[in-house]
């Protein structure tokens, strides 16, 4: 049965809103490969996941975030509702959501199982972070790997029982993949021998399965320098027998615990490799692939990156409001009277600046990574091939403000929730100061926002010709010409000046010294980032007209319009800085400092 | 001696250009009250502040942080170095650094004082606390106590071994200092008995000094509502025999410990007074004047805590400077080879984005945090009364700034510092991240950012039929004429277009309903606050025209055209909303979250 105060997690009617009204996720259901679903098997997966995330994540937020995660000399000891709250998602099938039903799977758009899978980020994104790399080495392993990886290790994977890791970064190359060392050996046998040094390996180690897959990025020995000379290799922490019995150690071992500002519960792991006779590895696909598989799935976990930001937003959010509804401190301007009873603070302008501020950041946020999540169905189940072309170019395009531009805007929302909660906000007695522990990772990983604006602006915009800007740019024309009468008018024209903008700024960029276009990338990524989050809340505000909820419409359009006034401008102002190609960044000296 | 590598906590070159050839503190050596010092004792103060810091602060910096102090049901204790840090820094005469030679004190000008405090901060925000919390409680004695008072308490604070707190907060009334309840009854005897629960009292309790001296606001039973009723009252830890000697303990008794996101070495307390028979007070002053004398005190307590933000933001800035030149990664754009050697971050633009940030923030602000302490020194010591009254209303309208932007900028250089690190920032095995988290309470506590921007526009901009704010227009003038030759010209002319705006802005919001002019107070205090800044950095950029360092002199302007070119347009971009008096956030009504 459903609790019945409204969850802290997600408002669900913004949540149904953006998948129904604004994506028509339903419409999926004429296709093949979702025509055994429907509105209400996507409401079930969703119900099933907002419970599951309540009953079995959120509970032990704060425990786990307190009691780290702990190396005894020869075990890491994780605290026990960890393996608990992974059981019961296992168990309920989330870890197939999206896969075929012959794996075992739900089968459902990406759309709907990554909102439900984002309910459990909002809830604990310390534990959710076991299932998602989960889900990533395995879905690795079906894209990439032979039958026999697939059949040795997936099942086990959906299944729970077995927890994946992505081993990439090495102490000395972080952002520089292409300088990574770990080194590969032919065994002979068709197996490899693995040597080298990996950092930052999120659940490297721990005691919450029998087995851990760590996909590891290396170099077969003599492979040529730089990133076109990196493999992929499944290393698992112990040895599976042809019977699928567990055997031997695997020459994996732990050289130390990270301790983290926050994401606590999560063990961040050094690990060597062969520090022994090398660790016992299989090649995943080609050699020299492994960097363009792992791209492959990088733009769904930059998604899913982009998505943790906004949940830890949304959840800081909803917090935020809740306090400022229930917290009586002073009385508005004008009624002063200290005999009066001290009056909520939302009646606040300032308050509900900072609420509207939130609500703005996390509803955009979100709506972008769902249109995201919907590409990605898209690029994958459209009939048409044009579109499903259209659909991947644009998901290109897409990705690094999809990752970035949450990271920092659904930070600042945490930062304003904890700012709502004055004091108390600063405590660890109330969970804000933890949602902004917890997202301040999402800006470095998975790619640095710096690298996410380099990417956007030396790579994206230019690819094929500059095929999927113009394509970006036709879709936030015609989201104009769809608003172009009505409430959000004002909005649409404003938008279409700042896209105007954003022309001129591209082009004067690309006919520029690429040093200095690409000194300001970061402004370039903020500019565009918020535009595109203007066409996101354009579009909800065109979406909502038919909403039978007043007050829901009428906040809705209150945000949009907070976004437009406040915000936008904001980011316009990058505009001076770019058109002019601005040197200062690229002028100044190391020694100047 | 000195330490041969330089210091994380300042720029000494730069401490000393502020001081020097921007403010001129030399020049007050020609006034009577400081007749007996001289650039070399100014300096030699300095010195040993940064020496203390270096040795007795800075090293348990981090132990305090992972070791909270902790209650065992009858004593809090506290990490041992804190004890030995405030010795050291008591012989040293710290404690009394600008109070008068009968006292004991050094009688240094504010500004010195301070900006020597400020190195204990960057070195150790919360042990610093203990100090500043007691010097504040002195000063608050010295201006409004009794000579009983004075002679009783203060010699036994500046001498370290009492320590004192400020006992304001009540559960229900933090940033409503109106409706606090603490009560105060006459015992007869010219003393009070007082009954009350107090919340956030940072030093509440611990076991680092033989007695504590709370300075507690609460009413007279039957004075009136609101905070025309609150008076002032000590309360010590231990009553004070006639002799000087310790009684029994008064009737304060902590109710909890509170845990909080940063600044975790400093005891933050409930406490309960009068739980039994009521805890012995002392008037301080006249009655119903309590607050009165707390905001008599707190325009250098906001000084104080916008020097904490810059100096967590300066040392922050430091340590990524530091990493950003020694950390290889990745090439510069254009040559990628990966078989050369990877180079120093500092090389990329990006990165020299965020130091530069950094710099622009953490200078452009210790230069506001001095300025403001100069015109303390300039309000106590001017020779000419007029000077003396200009000298306060300047101060009375920048406070607010001086709290508030620092607070928010210097923060955002520790988020810098933190994503400058990548990775290793986000762990606890690197200092940065704790500085951000320290950092986190300056936007809320001594009046939150929000009541800050309501003083700057509800009040001091209007004050005195405006006087203050044309006061500050005129000094900002002036500077924009004396750098209107030479390299900062651009500059000069950008400030007086940003100061047109402003006091376009000013009188629209002035002449507009004050409702909606106030609802965007937060908005307007932003832009005054950037402006006031970039006063500071062409007041810098003048200033350095001599300074016989070309790198630093080339690294001041170049961080001056960064503040004007990235930064100063984005605060510019308030103006739409605040011209039009942008009615979003108050129409915006709780229901429709």
């Known amino acids: 049965m459903p609790s019945l105060l409204p969850s802290l997690l997600i408002d669900r009617r913004d949540l149904d809103f953006q998948l129904y009204d604004v994506l028509r996720v339903q419409d999926l259901t004429a296709r093949d490969r979702f025509a055994e679903h429907s509105r209400e098997t996507f409401d079930a997966s969703i119900d099933t996941a907002l419970r599951l995330a309540e009953r079995y994540f959120a509970p032990h937020n704060r425990k786990s975030d307190l009691e780290e995660p702990r190396f005894d000399g020869s075990r890491v000891h994780v605290t026990p509702e960890v393996r608990e709250a992974l059981d019961a998602f296992s168990k309920a099938g989330m870890m197939a959501a999206g896969q075929d039903f012959e794996l075992g799977g739900m089968q459902l758009p990406h759309t709907v199982a990554l909102a439900g899978f984002g309910l459990f980020k909002a809830a604990n994104m310390a534990t959710a972070s076991y299932p998602m790399l989960t889900m990533a080495a395995a879905n690795l392993i079906l894209a990439h790997g032979s039958e026999e990886q697939k059949a040795r290790y997936v099942p086990n994977m959906l299944a729970g029982r077995w927890i994946g890791t992505m081993a990439l970064t090495e102490p000395h190359a ?86 983290k500002m926050g994401w606590r519960g999560t063990t961040s792991t050094m690990l060597n490799f062969g520090e022994g006779e090398g660790a016992v590895a299989w090649l995943v696909g080609e050699p020299s692939q492994g960097l363009s598989y792992m791209f492959h799935m990088m733009n769904e976990a930059r998604i899913a990156v982009g998505l943790g930001a906004v949940m830890l937003g949304y959840t800081g959010y909803l917090h935020a409001l809740d306090y400022a509804r229930s917290r009586p401190q002073g009385r508005p301007a004008g009624a002063k009277d200290p005999s009066t009873p001290q009056r909520p603070i939302i009646e606040h302008a300032d308050v509900r600046r900072m609420l509207l501020a939130q609500k703005a950041y996390v509803e955009g946020g979100l709506a972008l990574c769902l249109y995201a999540a919907r590409l990605v169905d898209e690029r994958r189940t459209a009939a048409d091939e044009g579109a499903r072309r259209e659909a991947g170019l644009l998901l290109d395009i897409l990705t690094p403000l999809v990752k970035a531009w949450p990271a920092q805007y659904c930070l600042e929302a945490n930062d304003l ?76 024209a404003d938008l279409a000046r700042t896209w105007d903008l954003i022309e001129r700024v591209t082009s004067t960029l690309a006919a520029g010294p690429s040093d200095r276009a690409l000194a300001n990338a970061s402004l370039y990524l903020d500019l565009v980032g918020h535009a595109v989050v203007a066409w996101m809340w354009l579009r909800q505000a065109v979406a909502v007209r038919e909403h039978p909820d007043a007050a829901f419409r009428s906040g809705k359009l209150q945000a949009c319009r907070y976004f437009f006034h406040y915000e936008l401008p904001r980011a316009r102002a990058h505009a001076e800085v770019l058109l002019s190609l601005d040197p200062t960044l690229l002028d100044m000296r190391p020694d100047w400092f």
Chains 1, 2 share one sequence.
């Open 417 to 492: 929730a904890i700012q709502v909660h004055g004091g108390y906000g600063y405590t660890r007695e109330y969970p804000v100061e933890q949602f902004y522990r917890d997202n301040r990772l999402n800006p470095i990983h998975e790619g640095t926002n710096g690298i996410q604006a380099l990417d956007l602006l030396g790579r994206k915009v230019t690819m094929e010709g500059g095929a999927a800007f113009r394509l970006l740019a036709r879709e936030i024309r015609a989201a104009i010409d769809r608003a172009a009468s009505g409430e959000a008018a004002g909005h649409a």
């Open 174 to 259: 972080g952002s520089s993949l292409a300088d990574i060392r770990t080194t590969a050996e032919p065994a002979g046998d068709g197996t490899w021998r693995l040597t080298g040094n990996k950092i930052f390996i999120s659940g490297g180690d721990h005691d919450l399965s029998e087995n851990i897959v760590h996909m590891v990025l290396g170099r077969v020995r003599g492979a040529p320098a730089g990133i076109r000379g990196i493999s992929l290799f499944l290393v698992p922490k112990f040895l599976v027998e042809p019977d699928g019995s567990l055997g031997r150690r695997n020459d994996v071992a732990l050289a130390g615990l990270i301790h």
